[in-house]
């Protein structure tokens, strides 16, 4: 059987496979849903599934549905993308993935399909993705770089708008571009921690370069953020306002410390790009290490079908010790990245 295995894992190092050079990126390559299942926020495993975690709401999944999103001069996409149905009586569920940021300057992006006009209001706005302090389960709870919607000013359209922190309906700052239904778009928020504020793009063209001009932004809130720990996706309705989060497909997130980590092209992928690292023993029993020439931010490791079935947050590790005992006899694809964005990928043999 170890023969057999091994024969495949010669066969897999010859596919080419495609990478995203941020901090984080998922493109959906998994199956089943994002931040599981549970009805008690905490439970495991049903309140984790694909690296995502629910922290509140507890009534229906994020899926991940068949296709991918794609945003002309990005990266091509990878696996699938995950749907929010629009309707909080039967999908209120927020979930949180968790990233690795130095410093006070933090980016995310996605490739975003709104639908239709469900759950949007003509002025009001709220939101559906956002940076959190803190990660898991529980005490997820501030939530800086907040991407908000509403209709646009024209039917059949909407408008994405943004705000630094807590804010009321009317006080994102949003974007005047009305943006048609069923017609992807690509969304870059930024966040700086010292200024308190936060920055959108919608459908930037300055991709893999310097950060642009063209953003709006919104400092409206005096509540702070200390630190970002998680990228967020959000599932809401507020009664009072009548305004809530749309039915809308969402793809390709990126979270970096650089603009050109979010919005990388296919001439950004380079050499440079690679961390320079080695995992051993291969084939593997009971632990992989793996040793790097600079820090490694975070670990993911995914069996044959894509699926994430162990991951590990660091902060400043140049040679870490993976426990795999409980993994199944197989083949196994490793992703690691560095804090600096750069990216080791490999597999291994159990």
Same mark, same amino acid.
């Given at each position: 059987?170890?023969?057999?295995?091994?024969?495949?894992?010669?066969?897999?190092?010859?596919?080419?496979?495609?990478?995203?050079?941020?901090?984080?990126?998922?493109?959906?390559?998994?199956?089943?849903?994002?931040?599981?299942?549970?009805?008690?926020?905490?439970?495991?495993?049903?309140?984790?599934?694909?690296?995502?975690?629910?922290?509140?709401?507890?009534?229906?999944?994020?899926?991940?549905?068949?296709?991918?999103?794609?945003?002309?001069?990005?990266?091509?996409?990878?696996?699938?993308?995950?749907?929010?149905?629009?309707?909080?009586?039967?999908?209120?569920?927020?979930?949180?993935?968790?990233?690795?940021?130095?410093?006070?300057?933090?980016?995310?992006?996605?490739?975003?399909?709104?639908?239709?006009?469900?759950?949007?209001?003509?002025?009001?706005?709220?939101?559906?993705?956002?940076?959190?302090? @803190? %990660?898991?389960? &529980?005490?997820?709870?501030?939530?800086?770089? #907040?991407? =908000?919607?509403?209709?646009?000013? $024209?039917? *059949? +359209?909407?408008?994405?708008?943004?705000?630094?922190?807590?804010?009321?309906?009317?006080?994102?700052?949003?974007?005047?571009?009305?943006?048609?239904?069923?017609?992807?778009?690509?969304?870059?928020?930024?966040?700086?921690?010292?200024?308190?504020?936060?920055?959108?793009?919608?459908?930037?063209?300055?991709?893999?370069?310097?950060?642009?001009?063209?953003?709006?932004?919104?400092?409206?809130? @005096? %509540?702070?953020? &200390?630190?970002?720990?998680?990228?967020?996706? #959000?599932? =809401?309705?507020?009664?009072?306002? $009548?305004? *809530? +989060?749309?039915?809308?497909?969402?793809?390709?997130?990126?979270?970096?410390?650089?603009?050109?980590?979010?919005?990388?092209?296919?001439?950004?992928?380079?050499?440079?790009?690679?961390?320079?690292?080695?995992?051993?023993?291969?084939?593997?029993?009971?632990?992989?290490?793996?040793?790097?020439?600079?820090?490694?931010?975070?670990?993911?490791?995914?069996?044959?079908?894509?699926?994430?079935?162990?991951?590990?947050?660091?902060?400043?590790?140049?040679?870490?010790?993976?426990?795999?005992?409980?993994?199944?006899?197989?083949?196994?694809?490793?992703?690691?990245?560095?804090?600096?964005?750069?990216?080791?990928?490999?597999?291994?043999?159990?």
């Amino acid at each position: 059987m170890r023969k057999f295995y091994k024969s495949l894992f010669l066969v897999a190092l010859l596919a080419i496979s495609q990478i995203s050079f941020g901090q984080f990126y998922d493109g959906f390559t998994g199956t089943g849903n994002i931040g599981g299942n549970c009805t008690t926020i905490g439970a495991t495993p049903d309140c984790e599934s694909n690296g995502w975690y629910t922290h509140s709401g507890t009534n229906g999944t994020i899926d991940i549905i068949a296709g991918s999103l794609s945003y002309n001069g990005l990266q091509a996409s990878t696996g699938n993308k995950i749907y929010i149905i629009g309707n909080n009586t039967q999908l209120s569920r927020d979930v949180n993935h968790p990233v690795t940021i130095s410093g006070n300057v933090a980016y995310y992006s996605a490739i975003i399909n709104v639908l239709d006009s469900t759950n949007l209001h003509e002025t009001n706005v709220n939101y559906f993705m956002h940076f959190a302090t @803190t %990660s898991g389960n &529980s005490n997820v709870t501030v939530f800086p770089a #907040r991407l =908000g919607i509403k209709k646009g000013s $024209t039917p *059949g +359209t909407f408008n994405l708008a943004v705000s630094n922190l807590n804010v009321a309906v009317n006080a994102y700052t949003v974007s005047t571009v009305d943006l048609p239904f069923n017609t992807p778009v690509f969304a870059v928020v930024k966040y700086d921690i010292s200024a308190n504020t936060a920055y959108l793009w919608v459908n930037p063209t300055d991709l893999g370069q310097n950060e642009p001009t063209g953003f709006v932004s919104n400092n409206a809130s @005096t %509540s702070t953020a &200390s630190a970002i720990a998680a990228i967020c996706i #959000r599932n =809401g309705w507020d009664n009072t306002n $009548t305004c *809530g +989060t749309p039915k809308a497909e969402i793809d390709e997130i990126r979270v970096g410390t650089t603009w050109a980590s979010v919005t990388p092209t296919p001439q950004s992928v380079n050499e440079n790009s690679f961390m320079q690292a080695s995992l051993y023993p291969n084939p593997a029993k009971d632990f992989i290490m793996i040793s790097a020439n600079e820090n490694i931010a975070n670990v993911k490791i995914y069996d044959m079908q894509g699926k994430v079935v162990k991951q590990l947050a660091l902060s400043a590790e140049q040679e870490i010790k993976i426990d795999v005992k409980d993994l199944t006899n197989g083949i196994y694809s490793v992703v690691a990245l560095s804090n600096n964005g750069k990216v080791f990928n490999s597999k291994f043999v159990k």
